[in-house]
């Protein structure tokens, strides 16, 4: 059974960074994508960014220039890591990370979330 880890949240003061650590766990090479979300509180969850194995990554429009990635992959363990820079209150909300693969079910894992708080 694939697991999805997070680490790496926590508070912040406007402007500054934090590093967000996905490790995804399972067969790798089924692996297609691993990608980062927020929900903040009443809101839908919305993609940060995604990184499809092989293909160009997509990221949100209100990041595209201060959130950069890196990314690992092994046979057992993949993971993504996230850094965002510049960071903004309104940017408070719980960040997911996601796992998806090809042939097995679930198709799809979330991790748990870690919160990141950012203070005006």
């Known amino acids: 059974q694939a697991q999805v880890a997070e680490s790496g949240g926590g508070l912040v003061e406007y402007g500054g960074s934090l590093n967000l650590s996905c490790i995804v766990t399972g067969t790798i090479r089924r692996l297609v994508a691993i990608g980062w979300y927020r929900q903040g509180p009443g809101t839908q969850r919305d993609v940060v960014a995604r990184i499809p194995r092989g293909q160009l990554p997509v990221f949100a429009d209100s990041v595209k220039g201060r959130f950069t990635f890196s990314t690992d992959y092994g046979d057992r363990t993949a993971t993504l890591n996230l850094q965002m820079n510049g960071l903004k209150p309104e940017e408070s909300a719980v960040y997911v990370c996601?796992?998806?693969?090809?042939?097995?079910?679930?198709?799809?894992?979330w991790g748990q979330g870690t919160q990141v708080t950012v203070s005006s």
């Open positions: 996601s796992a998806q693969f090809w042939g097995q079910s679930p198709a799809i894992i």
